[in-house]
């Protein structure tokens, strides 16, 4: 069985900066694309940023030039650096990997998600 463990989460200020972390574990062949998702009380789970096996990498266009994802494949981590948070980033923040090859399947994962709170 794979699995998808996030930490980095808390609560920070206006402006501040968090990492997010990512580490999947498991029979674990190779993953496609990492990815992080978001979701805000009462609105719909949304795409913050992805990477692709080869680097490549997108982002929604509210976090574009404040928020950086990386991978490092061999360890299949990913993070998420964020900075110059702003309130309108408070969710919850949930790790996705797409295309994950294992010794039993090909298939999608998600982490259990991690809360982001920025408030002052």
């Known amino acids: 069985q794979v699995q998808l463990v996030e930490s980095g989460g808390g609560l920070v200020q206006p402006g501040g900066s968090l990492r997010l972390s990512c580490a999947a574990s498991?029979?674990?062949?190779?993953?496609?694309?990492m990815a992080w998702y978001r979701q805000a009380p009462g609105k719909e789970r949304e795409l913050v940023a992805r990477i692709t096996v080869s680097g490549h990498t997108n982002y929604a266009d509210s976090v574009k030039d404040r928020f950086t994802i990386s991978r490092d494949s061999a360890k299949n981590t990913v993070n998420l650096t964020m900075n110059s948070l702003k309130p309108e980033d408070t969710a919850v923040y949930y790790c996705?990997?797409?295309?994950?090859?294992?010794?039993?399947?090909?298939?999608?994962?998600w982490g259990q998600g991690t809360q982001v709170t920025v408030s002052s």
């Open positions: 996705n990997a797409e295309g994950v090859l294992s010794k039993w399947s090909f298939k999608d994962y």
């Open positions: 498991g029979s674990i062949i190779s993953i496609n694309n």
